[in-house]
């Protein structure tokens, strides 16, 4: 009776191989488990961090490129003018691609007067501590 309670015990902890040999259970422990599941949030954690990091790059990227366009309109407006543009400050509105940005354009005197050098700075609409751009060129009479 022994011999029989001594051989359900094993086979509730080994299973049987096909030799009739006794084969200790596989699996994985508790610890390992765990240190699986560590590694993998770790790597998760990073991926997500990276995808974070590459959508706020091409929003500056999509910043970027609409701050180029505005300024270039407002360039392209001020090369195509009849007269000389005024000295002074002029803050224009600037709607590109559904995004609204401040235009500031500065114009300043040069030695010669026949040309004005003019400052464009594109900045977010409502920062006035943050320029996306600035472009600066020289504009003559003729």
Known sequence: MNLVALNTSRSAHSRRSGGGGLRPLSGFTLVEILVALAIVAVTLAAGVRASGSLTQLAQRQQDQLLAQLCAENELTAVRLSTTLPGVGTNRQTCLQAGVS???WREVLPTPNPN????????????????????????VGRF
Do not use: H
Request: zero cysteines.
């Open 101 to 103: 940005m401040a235009v």
């Open 115 to 138: 040309f004005r050098r003019v400052d464009i700075r594109v900045r977010p609409d409502g920062a006035q501590d943050i320029t996306l751009l600035f472009i600066s060129t020289v």
